[in-house]
């Protein structure tokens, strides 16, 4: 079957940061008028209108988000008709990518030329330990995991740990990570965190989860991202650039997060697997592609998709980036936004964030963090502790 290609064609973000407030000490920012500002910024990068969308597909809203049944109410905000589809999708970490697929899959199928992957991520004006309670806790097993007290980033700490052990790596080289995509974030207007910052500020945080200090763990962020997925010959009629789904995968290796069968814990085969699925669908291979936007919570995350996907040997990820090879300049840049790290991670829409940067970036938009000509770029995500792993492949087209 020939499927149509589908392109990125435009799109908007607001910068990451602390912006729902406390309604006890300010008035709020409400969610859909943010996302409704998107939306119009999205079309007019994209050069169309909103009478040409079809389909709108919403990352399911935090908890937190008074208004319920989102998507259907800004349908009518928007006053946006749609015969394709509306609909909120909801998949943890993957809940960004799973919306773009589905658009992708919507313009894919012939039920409409032009889609919105789009959502909000308000979650800041809600207290630390309440946020814990109801969204961390939870996501593990709730029988087996969350009465020992397992959170993401304790998982992600044993990977770490299990790293250090088994390949002669440092907590110095895990570190030499936050550094690097801190670096990249000084020059992103919308990252949450620009302040320059050396290994030694890195080092000298207090712990979070040993060996992991709190530079080395994502920070709490509010944020909205809306993309226009459209049909080839609508972008071409546009005379914009824009980039070309080239290939994806995707993997669920039927686990949940930690296995309670041995098995080898930093290998995260889902990435691997969804990654070399990819590679095939677009006809190259890992040293084709010119820069990724990967879906890293902790500093060992990136470290073991970089190897998973076969930007590193395995065992040498965190040796490379001490050596700059996967800054900007480097042989394969990873995470040229700031990553989740200093970018920000505002979980229900981090990764339309990288499919962003991947926009800017291919579009010889990225101004100083620009990856010189840059051709091809790829996005991960997963769905808790790299058990399922989503894999897309874009290239630009002028």
Request: aromatic fraction near 8%; include cysteine; hydrophobic fraction near 40%.
């Amino acid at each position: 079957m020939q499927h149509e290609a589908v392109t990125i064609l435009g799109g908007a973000a607001l910068p990451v940061g602390k912006l729902q407030g406390v309604s006890e000490v300010g008035t709020q920012q409400l969610e859909h008028e943010v996302l409704a500002r998107l939306v119009v910024g999205a079309l007019h990068d994209a050069g169309l209108d909103k009478t040409d969308v079809g389909s709108m597909v919403f990352t399911l809203p935090r908890p937190y988000t008074q208004q319920k049944y989102f998507a259907t109410f800004m349908a009518n905000y928007l006053r946006l008709p749609c015969d394709g589809l509306v609909m909120e999708v909801m998949g943890n970490g993957m809940t960004p990518a799973l919306a773009l697929q589905t658009a992708v899959d919507q313009v894919r199928l012939g039920r409409t030329k032009v889609a919105l992957a789009l959502g909000v991520n308000f979650e800041t004006g809600t207290p630390a330990p309440e946020h814990m309670m109801s969204s961390m806790r939870a996501t593990g097993d709730v029988d087996f995991h969350t009465p020992f007290g397992f959170t993401p980033i304790s998982w992600y700490a044993m990977d770490a740990m299990r790293y250090i052990h088994e390949f002669g790596s440092s907590r110095e080289d895990l570190a030499s990570i936050a550094v690097k995509n801190r670096h990249h974030a000084i020059e992103n207007p919308i990252a949450q965190f620009r302040k320059p910052m050396t290994l030694d500020d890195v080092l000298a945080q207090r712990p979070i989860v040993d060996p992991l200090g709190l530079f080395e763990v994502p920070g709490r962020g509010d944020g909205a991202v809306c993309l226009v997925i459209a049909r080839e010959d609508v972008a071409k009629s546009t005379g914009r650039p824009y980039t070309r789904f080239r290939g994806e995968g995707f993997f669920h290796e039927g686990a949940h997060q930690i296995s309670e069968v041995p098995n080898d814990m930093i290998a995260f085969e889902a990435a691997r697997i969804a990654g070399a699925r990819a590679f095939k669908a677009a006809g190259i291979n890992p040293d084709d592609i010119d820069l990724a936007e990967i879906y890293a919570p902790c500093t060992i995350v990136e470290v073991l998709v970089s190897e998973a996907l076969g930007f590193c040997p395995r065992g040498q990820g965190a040796k490379q980036a001490t050596e700059g090879e996967t800054a900007i300049g480097g042989r394969i840049p990873i995470c040229t936004s700031g990553g989740l790290l200093s970018r920000g991670h505002p979980a229900y829409v981090t990764a339309l964030y990288s499919y962003f940067e991947l926009l800017e970036q291919l579009r010889g938009r990225g101004g100083p963090r620009q990856v010189k000509n840059a051709e091809l770029g790829l996005a991960c995500t997963e769905l808790g502790n790299y058990n399922a792993a989503m894999v897309h492949i874009v290239e630009a087209v002028a």
